[in-house]
């Protein structure tokens, strides 16, 4: 069987609308909120130079309907590029990009094959003896194991199945098309190509079934590498999954230890610091979009959450000191702890004893539950299932002690830091 190489990708959300940038404005900013049309732009790069032989996308190229042409038209050009270069897709819809979720349509070059919704079809490229089975999907909530009715593999190919799916629940994502993953194993494919979950992993070998991950992060929790992966095949067995890494922003938590800090110029070296040796070692030439954690128990705790706007500043400096599109700051987050002031005898101590039996009182935490839970119901979805602020988090989970702490925490800060 001849050897041949193609691109395994998903979850490429083009024109994903980026959270928290609506107010943001320079180079830095406006490299995050085109980052995923950059990302696709590299990938069709990178399969022209590699010269591979095909490339499959298993879902979520888009992120929902389009806002206009324009995204569709981006995806027309890309594809043209790869016909030129006489390269064929095989293109998946998912959840996000499913028949009900697109209602505007763009006629598609030559070169893409695309897996319809009402059953699953085969593609094959008889000349490498390979053959592609997949189903797009129709709606968005896929709830059907949609595997068995997937085509037997055709004897003497190299058969790929292309499947987006939860696979019977991955943790923090939705369980679309779910299934076991010895249904993969047993239909007798050589390689499952899967996407929806945003982490890549290679789940099992010989058969191969194989999250490729997102092709570029969006936020802060999906951080770390991102791309697409490079599967070499030899004598109908595969031999290499290499990891082609086409991000072109990368987000990182970056926790900055405060405890030996004596003031709060020091916490702000420390930022600097940190931040600096963060894009030595991560960014690799990208642009690194930086979430900073304060960490560590110190007496400048209630100092540190009074400035919090004043450090966000002093490490969006610090980041613009680097250059304009070196590194770009989330979000700074003051996560340490005070010692222990529940034992004082001034108001202050009052202030603490009052907010502690005020977490272990069950009348207070089921009143503010009600009300609370009233608010966050009214929340937008997206608001409501993507929330990462501790307090926001807290009301939205109905989590009422930590929402007392958390509150009671920020108040004692407001009340007795010095001013900075």
Same mark, same amino acid.
């Given at each position: 069987?001849?050897?041949?190489?193609?691109?395994?990708?998903?979850?490429?959300?083009?024109?994903?609308?980026? $959270?928290?940038?609506?107010?943001? *404005?320079?180079?830095?900013?406006?490299?995050?909120?085109?980052?995923?049309?950059?990302?696709?732009?590299? #990938?069709?790069?990178?399969?022209?130079?590699?010269?591979?032989?095909?490339?499959?996308?298993?879902?979520?190229?888009?992120?929902?309907?389009?806002?206009?042409?324009?995204?569709?038209?981006?995806?027309?050009?890309?594809?043209?590029?790869?016909?030129?270069?006489?390269?064929?897709?095989?293109?998946?819809?998912?959840?996000?990009?499913?028949?009900? *979720?697109?209602?505007?349509?763009?006629?598609?070059?030559?070169?893409? =094959?695309?897996?319809?919704?009402?059953?699953?079809?085969?593609?094959?490229?008889?000349?490498?003896?390979?053959?592609?089975?997949? *189903?797009?999907?129709?709606?968005?909530?896929?709830?059907?194991?949609?595997?068995?009715?997937?085509?037997?593999?055709?004897?003497?190919?190299?058969?790929?199945?292309?499947?987006?799916?939860? #696979?019977?629940?991955?943790?923090?994502?939705?369980?679309?098309?779910?299934?076991?993953?010895?249904?993969?194993?047993? $239909?007798?494919?050589?390689?499952?190509?899967?996407?929806?979950?945003?982490?890549?992993?290679?789940?099992?070998?010989?058969?191969?079934?194989?999250?490729?991950?997102?092709?570029?992060?969006?936020?802060?929790?999906? =951080?770390?590498?991102?791309?697409?992966?490079?599967?070499?095949?030899?004598?109908? *067995?595969?031999?290499?999954? =290499?990891?082609?890494?086409?991000?072109?922003?990368?987000?990182?938590?970056?926790?900055?230890?405060?405890?030996?800090?004596?003031?709060?110029?020091?916490?702000?070296?420390?930022?600097?610091?940190?931040?600096?040796?963060?894009?030595?070692?991560?960014?690799?030439?990208?642009? #690194?979009?930086?979430?900073?954690?304060?960490?560590?128990?110190?007496?400048?705790?209630?100092?540190?959450?009074?400035?919090?706007?004043? #450090?966000?500043?002093?490490?969006?400096?610090?980041?613009?000191?680097?250059?304009?599109?070196?590194?770009?700051?989330?979000?700074?987050?003051?996560?340490?702890?005070?010692?222990?002031?529940?034992?004082?005898?001034?108001?202050?101590?009052?202030?603490?004893?009052?907010?502690?039996?005020?977490?272990?009182?069950?009348?207070?935490?089921?009143?503010?539950?009600?009300?609370?839970?009233?608010?966050?119901?009214?929340?937008?979805?997206?608001?409501?299932?993507?929330?990462?602020?501790?307090?926001? $988090?807290?009301?939205?989970?109905?989590?009422?002690? =930590?929402?007392?702490?958390?509150?009671?925490?920020?108040?004692?800060?407001?009340?007795?830091?010095?001013?900075?």
């Amino acid at each position: 069987m001849q050897s041949f190489r193609f691109i395994h990708t998903g979850d490429i959300h083009l024109d994903s609308p980026l $959270k928290g940038l609506a107010r943001q *404005q320079g180079a830095a900013a406006e490299r995050i909120r085109t980052a995923t049309r950059t990302a696709f732009e590299n #990938l069709i790069g990178q399969a022209i130079e590699d010269e591979v032989d095909f490339v499959v996308i298993a879902g979520d190229l888009y992120d929902g309907d389009w806002r206009d042409y324009q995204t569709g038209l981006f995806f027309v050009k890309q594809m043209g590029r790869l016909a030129q270069a006489k390269i064929p897709v095989f293109l998946l819809h998912g959840n996000h990009d499913a028949e009900s *979720q697109i209602t505007r349509k763009l006629t598609l070059p030559t070169n893409v =094959s695309v897996f319809p919704a009402r059953k699953a079809q085969t593609f094959r490229l008889p000349h490498l003896n390979v053959a592609l089975h997949g *189903q797009s999907f129709r709606q968005r909530d896929i709830t059907d194991n949609l595997v068995p009715a997937y085509p037997s593999p055709i004897a003497g190919c190299f058969n790929i199945g292309v499947l987006h799916t939860g #696979l019977g629940g991955m943790p923090g994502h939705a369980n679309y098309a779910p299934c076991a993953i010895e249904d993969l194993t047993n $239909k007798g494919y050589d390689y499952w190509a899967l996407a929806h979950v945003h982490q890549a992993a290679i789940l099992h070998e010989r058969p191969h079934v194989v999250f490729c991950g997102n092709l570029q992060g969006r936020h802060i929790r999906e =951080s770390g590498p991102k791309g697409a992966s490079l599967v070499t095949v030899e004598d109908g *067995q595969v031999a290499e999954i =290499s990891p082609l890494h086409v991000d072109c922003v990368r987000w990182i938590h970056l926790p900055v230890p405060v405890n030996e800090c004596g003031a709060v110029a020091d916490a702000v070296d420390c930022v600097r610091q940190a931040i600096e040796e963060a894009v030595e070692r991560d960014a690799q030439g990208r642009l #690194l979009a930086c979430r900073i954690e304060l960490t560590g128990q110190t007496g400048l705790h209630r100092e540190l959450l009074a400035s919090a706007d004043h #450090l966000l500043a002093e490490a969006k400096a610090a980041a613009l000191g680097l250059g304009e599109e070196v590194a770009w700051i989330e979000r700074l987050v003051v996560a340490t702890a005070s010692p222990d002031t529940a034992s004082r005898k001034d108001a202050l101590g009052d202030l603490q004893r009052i907010i502690e039996s005020a977490g272990s009182d069950a009348e207070l935490q089921a009143r503010l539950a009600t009300d609370l839970g009233d608010l966050a119901r009214k929340l937008p979805h997206d608001i409501r299932t993507d929330a990462d602020d501790a307090v926001l $988090k807290a009301a939205i989970d109905g989590n009422i002690a =930590s929402l007392i702490a958390h509150g009671g925490a920020y108040l004692s800060a407001r009340l007795t830091a010095e001013k900075v």
